[in-house]
């Protein structure tokens, strides 16, 4: 039932990936499929699309072609789009871009084109508008505690009803745990794989081991490179509760599997050498006759090689998704 309900998601997901070209786009972006991308979004370019201009300038620079990058931007921001302008303005939501460094025509000028652009999606209905506003603008309101947070988390909610997944993570600090809680389950049931790594630590922190396992192993049935990552980091430390009580233990062959899990959906992955061995002695270096380092094995040649086909078998029907979108801070 389990394996269903996520099957389910998961074309519920591709489908709505693939309603236009530009949303085509995305997701092969979102799959690492940056040359293939970046084809796209030049067609939709040339035919007038500013949004798909910036898109294009976002997967010129994953494919390091860096200053044509800049200079596409500079086209999106003139055809209109904000999230162009506010790659230009280098504050706000892409703050500390490789703008000035690049040496792109960065100029503060393009901020306050960039919010009244996103004042007329928003009122148009658009989430991820709705959203760079909360995030970009202060107001009188903010003052007030209780209207604070009373108000954040009606936008934010606004936001994520009209589109915007990644609005539902800026309510933590809002809104109370519980409140939280309810968020990110609706967020991770429309297949939000980020929501479902939230919900790992929630339930985690809470003592809640089988829960927090199962919203983690959904996100990584959606091909989220992330939950592999969450996962081996925590085989390799181990985690505790709220508590102080250790409620994942580490667990060496866990460690490797999720490190390659993570690899090859498009992660970060360490060499295999430091998650199978380990200095033998309190972490201080201890030589052989020779001089060598020594070192414990954790996992043995044959126990990698098992696992290595139990990855590769694991990942030959799932895609990766990065599961960004422009109001990601992690573009670049």
């Known amino acids: ?67 044509e990058a800049g200079q596409t931007f500079l086209q999106a921001a003139e055809m209109g789009d904000p999230w162009a302008m506010n790659v230009l303005g280098d504050k706000y939501i892409y703050a500390f871009n490789p703008c000035r460094f690049l040496g792109w025509p960065c100029d503060d000028k393009w901020n306050d084109k960039a919010f009244r652009v996103w004042k007329k999606q928003a009122d148009e209905g658009n989430g991820n508008a709705i959203l760079a506003l909360r995030i970009t603008q202060s107001y009188f309101w903010e003052l007030i505690p209780f209207y604070r947070s009373y108000n954040s988390e009606k936008i934010f909610f606004d936001a994520f009803q009209k589109g915007s997944n990644h609005a539902i993570l800026k309510m933590g600090g809002w809104v109370s745990d519980d409140k939280y809680t309810y968020y990110l389950k609706l967020a991770a049931n ?19 081991v089988e829960g927090a396992l199962k919203w983690i192993n959904q996100a990584i049935q959606l091909g989220y490179p992330t939950a592999a990552r969450v996962l081996f980091l925590a085989y390799d430390l181990g985690k505790e509760d709220k508590l102080g009580d250790k409620v994942i233990r580490s667990n060496p062959q866990k460690a490797y599997y999720y490190n390659k899990l993570s690899g090859a959906l498009g992660g970060e992955e360490e060499t295999s050498s430091i998650v199978s061995t380990r200095l033998i002695k309190d972490g201080l270096p201890v030589s052989d006759e020779n001089g060598e380092p020594v070192f414990e094995i954790l996992v043995t040649e044959q126990e990698q090689a098992d696992m290595d086909k139990q990855v590769a078998e694991f990942v030959k029907d799932i895609k990766p998704n990065l599961f960004l979108d422009e109001t990601s801070i992690n573009l670049f």
């Open 190 to 208: 429309q297949g939000y794989a980020p929501a479902m790594v939230s919900l790992y630590y929630t339930q985690l922190y809470d003592g809640d």
């Open 1 to 67: 039932m389990k394996k269903f309900i996520v099957i389910c998601l998961m074309l519920l997901h591709s489908a709505v990936w693939a309603n236009t070209p530009i949303e085509q786009g995305i997701r092969l972006f979102n799959q690492k499929e940056y040359q293939q991308a970046q084809q796209i979004f030049q067609q939709q370019s040339d035919a007038g699309s500013a949004y798909a201009t910036f898109w294009l300038g976002v997967t010129q620079y994953k494919n390091r072609q860096h200053f």
